[in-house]
């Protein structure tokens, strides 16, 4: 199973960015997907995530704010960031499964700064 994460970079505050996260060598359709991110010094953490049917959860950091979706079609997830603040830079990771026994991406940096 590969999980393959692309959208990350550098923005100003307020500004937004589109994460993308693909899943191949599986059913993709079957797993519920996340996305977590690590800032520096920091643990890890949920910032959202959707279930196989489409139910989806928020840290409350991000919520209003972020918005997670999903196309089976094409074995991808996204997680739509507006409004983006200096406090949301990390490294951003795709997990796909959960957090105990799934797979994830490498991790793709999102630097928020003016």
């Known amino acids: 199973v590969q999980v393959v994460e692309s959208g990350g970079g550098l923005v100003q505050p307020g500004g937004s960015l589109r994460l993308s996260c693909t899943v191949s060598?599986?059913?993709?359709?079957?797993?519920?997907m996340g996305w977590y991110r690590q800032a520096p010094g920091k643990q890890r953490e949920l910032a959202a995530n959707?279930?196989?049917?489409?139910?989806?959860n928020y840290a409350d950091s991000v919520k209003g704010r972020f918005t997670i979706s999903r196309n089976n079609a094409k074995n991808t997830v996204y997680l739509q960031m507006n409004s983006l603040k200096p406090e949301d830079t990390a490294i951003y990771y795709c997990?796909?499964?959960?957090?105990?026994?799934?797979?994830w991406g490498q991790g793709t940096q999102v630097t928020v700064s003016s």
């Open positions: 997990n796909a499964g959960g957090v105990t026994l799934g797979f």
């Open positions: 060598g599986t059913i993709f359709s079957i797993y519920a």
């Open positions: 959707i279930t196989s049917g489409g139910s989806t």
